[in-house]
């Protein structure tokens, strides 16, 4: 199969950050005829405003959500979900910047149809610098490369988080009681080093990612939407009760910290990949905008409870994912492993959109009969390559924010403000507008610069030992 129809029929609709093989595009894409043809997927498999707005809000719930009170920690409780609010408006913002682009240059090109990398290069191919006109097609390859950043970033995530729930649960396993309301600290009996439980999921992970079909996949997303949600809501249940007095949190906390703050909240925001291809699948796309600032004010708020409450009830030993402070009870234990479940069965899910962008350009250049063979191995290298990344930085909260800060932050904040100018300044704009866009787009940068640095500086020198606790007592 050659690299060109493997990238029409699978990748264009598929460059986001959390996919879904539920959505996947209809049989119509085998249609295509040449690199410029594009189909218009929803006519025949289209999706009602609720199933989109489903598939939303389903894209944006992940590991990300579960880091989000340990950020709050490093903002403050007050400056924490005030930045939080901020951060979702500019990001609901910047999507809406991209359909409108995606939307002006279908209108310009009679095109039915352009992902998040066409957009780009159309845009570039309008600006009024003939440089950028000249090298309008690395736009395509600049947003491709901070997809792969972000996906295997996320499949990193995927294993730190495993492992240390995983590690959590079986060491915790002769203290774990049926009584959750017992304040009584919990003595861990030390298995083995969290690198080697990731090691353990390895060869599993492979054998998933084998799986190449995205229909095939529909049941391990179906299985990872049930397992999160359920464990969503017993999470809840949990920290809304007793929450102790606030007052002895600090409402803004160190400067030194917010860098980590801002990677690990535009980590979870970074849903942009998936804006394009849900509105074309509408079977009425004009109600999208509606629906993604409805879905969007959703996840926002679900964002700012979810982060506020965890501190509020964890305070200071609130660790990278809130799942590790739950009690040591086998209700919330179960918590652990459902949610780490889900996890597991969407690394297939996030693995699909990297594996499509390189995997094309490596089978496209061996004999036929070799393809199927090279197609695995280069699967396999994938998955140890974010294996040995998840081992050299084995701190979730780390990951996380480096992943924040190092792409999402490019796709979501960075590039869709520079795209509205490239796109429209030779129409004419207000001065305020690219005012705007130029404002967002340098404060993206500076978070992206500061978050990396500050990221990179606390694996380098860690200011303070992780926090492990795994108790009641941890909020008495």
Avoid at 204 to 222: D, G, K, P, T
């Amino acid at each position: 199969m050659s690299t060109q129809r493997l990238r029409n029929e699978d990748y264009n609709d598929y460059s986001s950050t959390d996919v879904s093989p539920e959505e996947s595009p209809s049989e119509g894409l085998n249609n295509f005829s040449s690199p410029g043809s594009y189909q218009r997927f929803g006519e025949s498999n289209s999706t009602t405003w609720f199933q989109t707005l489903v598939h939303l809000l389903k894209g944006n719930i992940g590991t990300g959500l579960l880091g989000l009170p340990l950020a709050v920690k490093n903002a403050g409780i007050l400056m924490g979900p005030l930045s939080l609010l901020v951060i979702g408006i500019v990001a609901v913002h910047c999507m809406g910047i991209l359909v409108k682009c995606a939307h002006h240059f279908c209108r310009r090109l009679n095109k039915p149809f352009v992902d998040y990398g066409d957009t780009v290069m159309y845009g570039l191919e309008s600006s009024p610098s003939s440089w950028l006109r000249n090298h309008a097609h690395w736009g395509r390859h600049l947003v491709d490369f901070f997809l792969i950043v972000t996906q295997l970033g996320f499949c990193c995530v995927y294993f730190v988080f495993l492992a240390d729930n995983f590690k959590q649960v079986i060491e915790a396993a002769n203290g774990t009681t049926n009584n959750c309301h017992n304040n009584e600290t919990v003595i861990l009996t030390p298995t083995m080093d969290s690198r080697l439980y990731m090691l353990t999921f390895l060869p599993f992970l492979v054998l998933l990612v084998f799986v190449r079909n995205l229909r095939a996949l529909s049941i391990f997303s179906l299985l990872a939407n049930i397992t999160m949600l359920v464990s969503l809501v017993m999470l809840y249940q949990f920290i809304v009760q007793n929450i102790p007095d606030p007052s002895r949190l600090p409402l803004v906390a160190p400067w030194k910290t917010y860098p980590l703050f801002f990677g690990t909240a535009i980590f979870a925001f970074e849903g942009i990949g998936m804006v394009l291809p849900l509105e074309n699948k509408m079977k009425d796309p004009q109600k999208f905008p509606v629906i993604l600032y409805m879905g969007m004010a959703i996840i926002t708020a679900l964002y700012i409870s979810l982060g506020c409450l965890g501190y509020l009830q964890f305070g200071a030993n609130i660790q990278g994912s809130i799942t590790l402070n739950l009690p040591n009870c086998w209700l919330y234990q179960s918590v652990k492993l459902l949610y780490s479940i889900g996890i597991f069965f969407t690394y297939a899910l996030q693995f699909y959109v990297p594996a499509e962008i390189i995997i094309p350009f490596f089978v496209s250049r061996v004999p036929e009969h070799c393809e199927l063979v090279v197609d695995l191995f280069v699967r396999t290298v994938l998955v140890c390559l974010t294996c040995v990344l998840a081992i050299l930085i084995p701190r979730l909260d780390l990951v996380i924010s480096l992943v924040g800060s190092v792409s999402s932050s490019a796709l979501a904040l960075i590039i869709p403000p520079l795209l509205e100018i490239t796109t429209y300044y030779s129409e004419g704009m207000s001065p305020i507008t690219i005012a705007k866009d130029a404002l967002i787009s340098i404060l993206g940068f500076v978070g992206f610069v500061v978050g990396t640095y500050e990221a990179l500086y606390e694996l380098i020198q860690p200011s303070s030992a992780p926090v492990f606790i795994n108790s009641t007592s941890a909020f008495v």
